[in-house]
């Protein structure tokens, strides 16, 4: 099948809402993995073992389990127990929980990067608990991140096809549907994997110019 140039130009529109969706879906569940993360990081370090042992359940639950599989029990499953998420919703929660559990891992090895110097300082110093982490540790934890941040940022937009399974019109389900209902495949497909590109390269080369300014 050939390629057609105007064909293509013509689906832009169509596929460009779908690309919209798959932005917000994306930037929102980024926000929220970060957020986990950082929350779960700092449970483990708590001196309280139920809450280190929670933290530690729920980062064996979200690794182990496949994020297909939490997507689905999110949107078709809570309804049973009278729990209803709207679509975008449930991709947002879905994958901002499955992420923050790879993220929590990667703030744990960047915190327990801070030297302990740092730590004794801050005792030395009579802060709080709260003062610590606020104003030492973390702005020292969070530079190490940055490139990591990016990379688990990219691979979110590379999972969001699998919204399709809770009927969310992201970019590859617009794509899909382009085709189904012209059976032509080679342009919708091509011009989504275009935009991908167009964002995830830009975004691939903002962290790396962060990096860059972290070392300056």
Known sequence: MNFD???AWSIVPDLFQGLLVTVQVVVLGFLLAVAVGLILAVAQRSQLILIRRLSSGYLSFFRNTPLMVQLYVLF??????????PAVSTGVIGLGLYYGAY???AFRGAIEGVPA???EAARALDFDTATTWRRIVLPQALKPMLPVLGNYLI???KETPLLAVISIPELFQAAKQ???MTYRYNEPYTVMALMFLA????????FHYFER???V
């Open 103 to 105: 993220i929590a891992e």
């Open 155 to 157: 691979g979110m937009f």
């Open 5 to 7: 140039y105007a064909f």
């Open 213 to 215: 300014r972290r070392h």
């Open 178 to 180: 382009i085709a189904g």
């Open 76 to 85: 078709f499953a809570l309804p049973l127990a009278g729990i209803t998420l």
């Open 199 to 206: 964002i995830s390269v830009p975004t691939s080369l903002l």
């Open 117 to 119: 110097g740092q730590w």
